[in-house]
């Protein structure tokens, strides 16, 4: 079936350490997005990619980093620079406005 | 930056009731979308009405928009207790290309 798969579910990470989240999708979508939701809150965007080898920062984009190698690929790091990464990352993609998420990790620093 | 807000914050009712939130922005839009997420999983696409559009149905969604007043409200008819969830409006504005941005979200509980 298509769809998008986000792994690992549960992320935990170090002070002080580099985490990379992986997302992928076989739906054909050329558009793909990282999101970050605090608890109780709405999502905010980290970073986005309308197209291979080309991405935009969103409105949270420091502390991250991505790369748009292949069409079904969207890592995303979450570099110690990132001075709160305890949150739960959601990955989407599109196609025209239709979005489909994926189904989150949770990342908490310990 | 967060344009879009939801009302109430929060909202119990009884299944069999009707339960309606609202949803405000601020800039001019291509379209608006509404998504839904269960505890801890990730969001749903539920209906999508354009700038054009005034109402939209799905099943027991009714979605209208009023771009006079920058506002959209999603209306579940005779709920049930698996409608519990948290719904999002997502508006996608006309200088943004498909980027959505999400508001904060209504927590639904729908109480057998």
């Known amino acids: 079936d298509g769809g998008i798969t986000q792994s690992p579910k549960y992320l935990f990470r170090k002070e002080g350490q580099n985490v990379t989240l992986s997302c992928e999708q076989n739906?054909?979508?050329?558009?793909m997005y990282w999101y970050r939701q605090d608890p109780g809150q709405g999502l905010r965007l980290i970073y986005y990619s309308q197209i291979v080898n080309d991405f935009q920062k969103g409105d949270i984009a420091e502390g991250y980093s991505v790369s748009r190698e292949k069409k079904e690929s969207f890592p995303l790091t979450v570099t110690s620079a990132q001075k709160n990464p305890t949150a739960f990352y959601l990955c989407?993609?599109?196609?025209?406005?239709?979005?489909?998420f994926g189904s989150g990790t949770r990342l908490t620093v310990v | 930056s967060q344009q879009g807000e939801e009302d109430p914050q929060a909202l119990s009712i009884q299944e069999g009731e009707n339960a309606t939130m609202n949803c405000s922005y601020k800039t001019s839009i291509n379209n608006l979308q509404w998504y839904r997420q269960n505890s801890g999983r990730g969001l749903v696409h539920l209906i999508l009405i354009r700038s054009n559009e005034r109402e939209k149905h799905s099943g027991r969604l009714r979605v209208t928009l009023d771009t006079s007043k920058k506002s959209s409200s999603l209306l579940i008819t005779a709920s049930r207790a698996a409608d519990t969830a948290s719904y999002f409006c997502a508006t996608s504005f006309e200088t943004s290309g498909s980027r959505l941005t999400f508001g904060e979200g209504t927590q639904l509980t729908v109480n057998p």
């Open positions: 739906l054909n979508h050329d558009a």
């Open positions: 989407a993609s599109s196609i025209f406005n239709g979005y489909t």
